[in-house]
Structures are given as C-alpha cells and as structure tokens.
C-alpha cells in the first residue's frame, strides 16, 4: 500500500542502483519539486550529489537564505550558490517587454547554470568522479503531459572548461515521475525539510522580474520585495496562506499618482495585491479576502514602503486575465 516511508524506501534502493558510485548534480530552484528530489537523493548517494542554486537577484526576501541554511541544515547536501545578481541586472537593463524579459532571464539561467555545472564536473575529474548523472524534480503530470519517455539530458556546455567534451550527457534521474504534487509534499514533510519549503506557494521561474511592470531595476526589486514580504506576512498571520492559490504582489513602475503622506502631496507607484484561488492554475477566481486583512496589508505597505502611496486589488479571474501580470 501506498505511505510515504514505503515510497521513500524504494526511491532511495533505485537511485543507488542506478547512479551506482558515480557523482550527480541537482540544481535548486528553491521550489518543492527540486528541493524534494534533492533531498530524496542526497539521502541515497550523500556526498556523490551536488546541488546548484544560481541566486538571479530576483527571489523575494529570505528566499536564497533558505535554501543556503535552512535546506542545507536540514538535508546536509553540498551547495553550489552562484551569485549572478548583476549579471542579471546588468542583462535586463532597459528592458521593459514582458516577452523579452522572460527571454532574457531564460537565456541567462541557462548560461549560468551550465558554467556552474561544467565547473563541478571539471573539479571532480580532477579526482577522478564522473558525473554522470542530472537530478530532475519530473512529477507524473509532467511526464504525462510530455509523452512519457524517459530521457536523457543533453547539456550543451558554451563555457567549455579545462577540456571537457563539448557534449556531456548526463542520464536523468527523477526519483518523483510517478507522485502528484500533494504526494512529493509529503515526502518532503517525511524527509524532515521545512515547512515553509514543503508548503510553498508556486513562484513563477523568472521571480520578481516579471511582477514589475516595467524595466526592472535593483531599487524597484527592493521596493517590490518589502511590499511583497508584507503582504505574506499578513497572509500567514490570518492563516490564508495554505486557502489562497498564490498572491503576486506587482509593481507599476511606470505609473504614478498622487497622493498626501505624513505633510505634503507624494507622488508615488501603486502596488496590485492579485490573490487567486485555483485547482491547478490554468483557471483562477480572485479570491474574495477579507477586507480587515487586505486594510492591514495596504497600511503597513503605504506606511512603510517608500515611494508606494496606492494599494490596489485585483478583481480579474484567469480568463481573462493570467495569473502574473506578465
Ligand atoms: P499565468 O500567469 O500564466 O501563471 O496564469 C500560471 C502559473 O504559472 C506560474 N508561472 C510560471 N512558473 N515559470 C514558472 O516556473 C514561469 O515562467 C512562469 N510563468 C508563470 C504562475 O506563477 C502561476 O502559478
């Protein structure tokens, strides 16, 4: 019968049967798949997984720290953190397209997530480990959606180091192709990571970069990341974490308004609180709050957040509108 521990059991026995005395690397999104699958497999093969996090400066507040502590503390995994903060900065300056954007931080991710990798495969041949194999967070609706074929991942590396082969190809393993979400939670919840890891909200790849509308900025991110760190502070505090799908918190950057703070007349940005509810986030219903919670939440970001003097909900359900705003 189905239990978690049974699941876990033969999880771990096939990853050490497949990946053998070989090495494996994982990258970590700091979502529940990724971190799952991590953990699953460094509770396999310990010291022959290494994880990759590449920070893009575009995570909310605390994000990065958890998994540069709390998920190490809790699985004791090895971490490669890559800071590429400016890189991404520096890549996105001037943009203001959605569809560019989301280009361009896909584009970025890859780039340097494959250095981060070609660099841990060049150290360990430098003792004599492959790695032969690539850790994926699969869960069975991804499988079914994408045909079903197991495969292989065939990473391209353009920042050929020390030598290696232009084409390394790596075999994948996916200890949770055959677990729904709900399910992979609760191996996570058995594996001993914590809470707000195994219960987290989805968070769309490219991070705040696509809930400022606009050019994205080191000082509109800081902005965005206060309002929006108030905002799921309150959430948690009134318990509707777990009811709301999610809760993008959005910056128009380009729009302004005015309005009368503390002596005199401002002219600030609005901030759009967008909380859906939703099964499986192709269709959503904004999600009827209570309005003491969303007075608190527009109080503590016009009063502490500068350069915000508007709060404003969205009423719009998918369709018509997306989740995201971009
Ligand atoms: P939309 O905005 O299309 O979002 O209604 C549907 C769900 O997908 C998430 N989302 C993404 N997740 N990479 C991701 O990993 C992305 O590029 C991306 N774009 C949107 C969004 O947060 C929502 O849960």
New binding site residues.
């Given amino acids: 019968s189905w239990t978690t521990g049974n699941v876990i059991e033969e999880q771990v026995a096939a990853i050490r049967e497949q990946v053998g005395t070989k090495r494996a690397i994982c990258g970590l999104s700091g979502g529940v798949d990724s971190a799952v699958a991590a953990a699953l497999v460094q509770k396999a093969i310990g010291s022959q997984l290494t994880c990759v996090y590449v920070d893009h400066g575009l995570m909310r507040q605390g994000e990065t720290e958890q998994v540069e502590k709390d998920f190490v503390a809790a699985t004791g995994v090895q971490l490669k953190v890559v800071d590429a903060e400016e890189r991404f900065l520096a890549a996105l300056a001037g943009v203001s397209d959605p569809e560019e954007k989301?280009k361009i931080i896909g584009r970025e991710f890859i780039r340097v997530f494959e250095q981060a990798q070609a660099e841990i495969v060049a150290e360990s041949a430098g003792e004599g480990e492959d790695v032969a194999f690539l850790v994926q967070g699969t869960l069975y609706p991804d499988v079914v959606e994408s045909g079903g074929g197991t495969g292989t991942a065939n990473i391209k590396s353009h920042h050929n180091v020390g030598g290696l082969p232009e084409d390394l190809e790596f075999a994948l393993v996916e200890p949770l192709r055959k677990l729904f979400k709900d399910e992979v939670r609760m191996v996570g919840q058995e594996l001993g990571l914590p809470e707000e890891i195994v219960q987290r909200q989805?968070?769309?790849?490219?991070g705040l970069g696509?809930r400022i509308v606009g050019e994205v900025t080191k000082s509109r991110l800081d902005l965005l990341r206060q309002a929006d760190a108030i905002a799921r502070e309150e959430l948690t505090a009134a318990g509707l974490d777990r009811e709301i799908w999610?809760c993008?918190v959005v910056l128009l950057a380009e729009v302004r308004s005015v309005g009368v703070q503390g002596d005199g007349r401002t002219y600030g940005h609005p901030i759009v609180l967008r909380p859906v509810s939703s099964e499986d986030?192709m269709t959503?219903d904004w999600t009827r709050m209570p309005y003491d919670v969303l007075a608190r939440i527009s109080t503590r970001i016009t009063n502490e957040v500068a350069d915000v003097n508007r709060v404003v909900l969205d009423v719009t359900s998918?369709p018509p509108g997306?989740?995201?705003w971009e």
């Avoid at 989805?202 to 490219?206: D, E, K, R, S, W």
């Fill in positions: 989301r989805p968070f769309p790849g490219p696509i999610q993008p986030a959503a998918k997306t989740i995201e």
